[in-house]
């Protein structure tokens, strides 16, 4: 008789919100994860959440840019018996989709901290992974059917390394797409800043950017590149210094490979909330916001206001040659004395830990396996 082949490990759907730099990332890195553990993960997804996916990990990417919400749930009722679980970074509406097809979820959130209220599909899910900041645990303790599902995880980046300081000054520009902006705002941001960081520079100094493919290609800009996430962090592990929005993704990156940073105007209402996070409790080298340039922003508004206003406030500063000069100006002096210490976000890890994405993905397959789906009502293909 021939041998029989092993079975294949458990099969997972991931997504991740199109919003920002974080969910895309978190996704992959679990995908990752999830492969060295023998998963089998796909992907489904839209917009530049897309840029960050590769094959492998994952077996298949599948993309629903522009599908309508009943196609959406009718893809996924196709395809529900042949996963296990899905898993979402953040996006809670293609949660409720998922569960609607019939499908287990998990749900990853970094931003259980931040949520006037959290998404009730959250309470429906069978595993919470809550991404530890400032008042996560505390957060959760006022909420004994969320807890009952959740496990707190550490920030999903590798183990701190060496800081080695090159020539080069880094400018994140990624996560600056979202439902509210067009792709002409954030190409529209991303010059902006990549222009003013330059012109900052007191003596001849390569910037090197990352941003979205459709920001990067907008640009044609030899300086700009789209990267994937291990590439990021050499990046800013190599460089004199960086300048990043003030993403959690980014602040915990930050914390991992311990560059010196100035956090660049928010372009997220969790920016300002998280910078000042930052600020409050020492992690924080410098930070420059739309304030400083005469143009304070109501961060507590509903988000659509709150990205017009940012959006209104990149078009001003642009056609202005004064406050692209004032712009200029902030970043040199913020700058300046940025290295050669260590950024103060590195401490972040001493409070918080690292290697949440083994942690979160460890739990994922133990689920998977817990809930007895493989081999249930699913083919092969």
Not at 345 to 358: N, Q, S
Request: hydrophobic share 45%; glycine share 8%; charged share 20%.
């Amino acid at each position: 008789m021939a041998d029989r082949l092993p079975a294949p490990g458990p099969r997972l759907l991931l997504n991740a919100q199109a919003f920002g730099f974080g969910p895309a990332a978190a996704a992959a890195v679990l995908a990752e994860e999830l492969a060295l553990l023998g998963c089998v993960p796909d992907y489904v997804g839209e917009g530049h959440t897309l840029d960050l996916q590769r094959t492998p990990p994952y077996r298949a990417i599948h993309d629903w840019t522009d599908l309508s919400e009943g196609e959406r749930l009718a893809r996924l009722r196709r395809r529900a018996p042949h996963y296990d679980l899905f898993v979402t970074a953040m996006d809670f509406p293609a949660a409720t989709l998922a569960r609607r097809a019939g499908l287990d979820v998990a749900v990853y959130d970094a931003l259980t901290w931040f949520w006037p209220e959290i998404p009730a599909v959250a309470h429906d899910t069978a595993l919470y992974l809550a991404q530890d900041f400032f008042g996560v645990r505390e957060r959760l303790a006022a909420d004994p059917a969320l807890r009952s599902r959740a496990l707190v995880v550490p920030p999903l980046i590798p183990p701190r390394r060496t800081w080695r300081p090159g020539r080069h000054v880094l400018v994140n520009l990624g996560g600056l797409h979202n439902p509210y902006w067009q792709t002409s705002d954030a190409v529209a941001y991303a010059r902006l800043m990549l222009e003013a960081v330059r012109a900052a520079q007191p003596v001849a100094r390569p910037v090197v950017a990352t941003a979205s493919r459709r920001v990067a290609a907008e640009l044609a800009d030899p300086a700009v590149g789209t990267y994937d996430h291990a590439d990021v962090l050499d990046l800013m592990g190599s460089a004199a210094y960086a300048c990043m929005t003030p993403g959690l993704g980014h602040i915990y990156d930050a914390a991992a490979t311990g560059v010196p940073t100035l956090w660049l105007p928010s372009v997220n209402e969790t920016h300002p909330a998280q910078a000042r996070q930052l600020a409050a409790h020492g992690y924080c080298d410098a930070h420059l916001d739309w304030a400083d340039l005469g143009q304070a922003i109501d961060s507590a508004a509903p988000t659509p206001d709150f990205l017009a206003a940012v959006g209104a406030a990149v078009r001003r500063t642009s056609a202005t040659p004064a406050l692209r000069d004032l712009l200029t100006a902030r970043i040199a002096k913020s700058t300046a004395g940025l290295g050669p210490a260590p950024g103060r976000a590195r401490a972040l890890t001493d409070r918080f830990g690292h290697g949440g994405t083994r942690r979160a993905a460890a739990a994922l397959v133990r689920h998977a396996a817990a809930r007895g789906l493989r081999g249930r009502g699913r083919t092969d293909d």
